[in-house]
């Protein structure tokens, strides 16, 4: 039982380069999210997807774009990456259904824009 | 909106002392949970602890306890018998019933540990 993995670890991306965030859950876990945190700061919800085929807006989504593929997988992709873009990123995923309303989080991706 | 507010960049504790870790919070919501999350340098985000709105009796995890006032909307944070491993970015988090679970993070405290 792995949790909740993330790949690449570290990512180094020159702008206006493209590339995708993988996350995969073993939990089972119908939610999964996308959150960036910038230094000094906490996390801020990019996407997220409340089950298997939906997805929606957090509260910097700008710039991104999100694929549920199935259960288990939640892809994060920037199109035209830009220096702002410079972060952690964190996946996370949860199962409301258990009242626990407790999110388990990956190790995180560590992305430089230059 | 929901806010989490935590007044504390950074805190500083002799190992083996206690220490208490500070959180505010706003919101309309009657139902909610509120978690306290550590990050160490490995970045990872671990749960510490998680109290139930409902619940009147603070929730406790071996040296961790909080003190939850709902009516001050406060959640704080005591570390009994401080560790070298309890050294970490602490953050507080905020989700209600109805935010199809979106949790809402405060800037987060620095804990370091003096030995």
């Known amino acids: 039982n792995a949790g909740v993995t993330q790949t690449p670890k570290f990512q180094v991306l020159k702008t206006g380069q493209s590339m995708t965030l993988q996350c995969a859950q073993d939990?089972?876990?119908?939610?999964m999210y996308w959150y960036r945190q910038d230094p000094g700061m906490g996390l801020r919800l990019i996407y997220y997807?409340?089950?298997?085929?939906?997805?929606d807006k957090g509260e910097v989504p700008n710039g991104y774009n999100v694929s549920r593929l199935n259960k288990r997988e939640f892809s994060l992709r920037l199109e035209s990456a830009a220096p702002s873009q410079t972060s952690v990123y964190f996946c996370?995923?949860?199962?409301?259904?258990?009242?626990?309303?407790?999110?388990?989080f990956g190790p995180g991706t560590r992305l430089l824009v230059l | 909106a929901q806010t989490v507010t935590q007044s504390q960049p950074e805190m500083s504790v002799q190992e083996a002392e206690t220490v208490t870790l500070s959180c505010t919070y706003d919101?309309?919501?009657?139902?909610?949970?509120l978690f306290w999350y550590k990050q160490p340098p490995s970045r990872q985000m671990i749960l510490v602890i998680r109290?139930?709105?409902?619940?009147?009796q603070n929730a406790t995890e071996n040296r961790f306890s909080v003190n939850f006032q709902k009516a001050a909307k406060s959640f704080s944070l005591k570390i009994s018998d401080s560790q070298l491993g309890d050294a970490a970015m602490y953050f507080c988090?905020?989700?209600?019933?109805?935010?199809?679970?979106?949790?809402?993070f405060g800037s987060g405290t620095r804990l370091s540990i003096r030995p």
């Open positions: 996370a995923s949860s199962d409301p259904g258990t009242a626990q309303e407790t999110q388990y």
């Open positions: 939990m089972n876990h119908n939610s």
């Open positions: 997807s409340a089950s298997e085929g939906t997805t």
């Open positions: 919101t309309s919501e009657s139902d909610y949970y």
């Open positions: 109290q139930e709105a409902y619940k009147q």
């Open positions: 988090a905020y989700t209600s019933y109805s935010s199809a679970s979106k949790i809402i």
